[in-house]
C-alpha cells in the first residue's frame, strides 16, 4: 500500500465536510431570504407598502436561484461523494428543505403580488388588518423551523412542528368569520375573497415550515414522521 493513501483518504474526507458545511450554510442563507420576504409579504399587504410588496416579487427571482444552485450541488454530492448513513440523510434533507423553501417564497410573492393589485383598486389596509396575528404566528413557526435545521434539534423541531395546530385553528378561524361576513352582507362578498386568498397563503407556509421540521428530525433520528404524531412516537434519546 502506498503511505500516501492514508493521509489522502484523510483530506478527501475534510474537504467532504466542508462541502457539506458550505452547503447547509447556503441553505441557511436561503432561509433567512425567504423568511425576510415573507415578514415583508406580510408588511406589504397590512400597511399597503407597495414599494415593500414589489421589493418581495423581486426577491422571488432570488431565492429561486439559489434553490437551483444548492440543488445542482447535491446532485454533485451525491454523484461524487456517494454519501451513506447521516452524511446522506444530509443531503436528502437538504434537497426537500430547500423544495419547502422555495415554495414557501412562492406564497410569499403571492401576498406582494395580492397587496399590488389591492392598491391599484383602491383597497384600505383595514381589510387585511384580520390577517396580522396569522401572520406574525406563521412567521414565528417559519423562524422557529429554520432555527432547527441550523441546530439539528429534535426538540426545537418539534416544538415548531406543535405551532401548526394553531396555525389551522387561526385560520379556520378567520374563514368562518369570511363566510359570516359574506353571508350577512354581499358586498364584502369581493374583499373576504381577497383577504381570503392571502389567510391561505400563510396557511400554506405554515404547512411548508412544518414539512421542515419533518426533515430535521429525519436528518437527525432516521425516521420518517411524516403523516404520524412526533410527540407520540419520536423520541430524541433513541
Known sequence: MNSDEPHLTGHISKRFDQELEEIRNQVLSMGGLVETQVNDGIRSLVESDSALAAKVIKTDHKVNRME??????????????????????????????????????????????????????????DSFAQLEHLGELV?????????????????????????????????????????????????????????????????????????ICEYVIFLVLGKDVRHIDINEKVDSSS
Do not use: Y
Open 68 to 125: 437551483v444552485d444548492i440543488d445542482e450541488q447535491c446532485v454533485q454530492i451525491l454523484a461524487r461523494r456517494q454519501p451513506a448513513a447521516t452524511d446522506l440523510r444530509l443531503v436528502v434533507a437538504i434537497i426537500k428543505t430547500i423544495t419547502d423553501l422555495e415554495r414557501i417564497g412562492d406564497q410569499a410573492e403571492k401576498l406582494g403580488r395580492h397587496q399590488l393589485e389591492l392598491m391599484n383598486d383602491g383597497v384600505s389596509s
Open 139 to 211: 412567521s414565528k413557526m417559519l423562524h422557529d423551523s429554520l432555527d432547527a435545521f441550523a441546530r439539528m434539534s429534535v426538540e426545537d423541531a418539534k416544538k415548531a412542528h406543535a405551532l401548526d395546530k394553531k396555525v389551522n385553528a387561526e385560520f379556520e378561524g378567520l374563514t368562518r368569520q369570511l363566510i359570516t361576513h359574506m353571508m350577512e352582507d354581499p358586498r364584502t362578498i369581493k374583499n373576504a375573497l381577497r383577504v381570503s386568498w392571502n389567510i391561505r397563503a400563510l396557511e400554506r407556509i405554515g404547512d411548508h415550515a412544518k414539512n
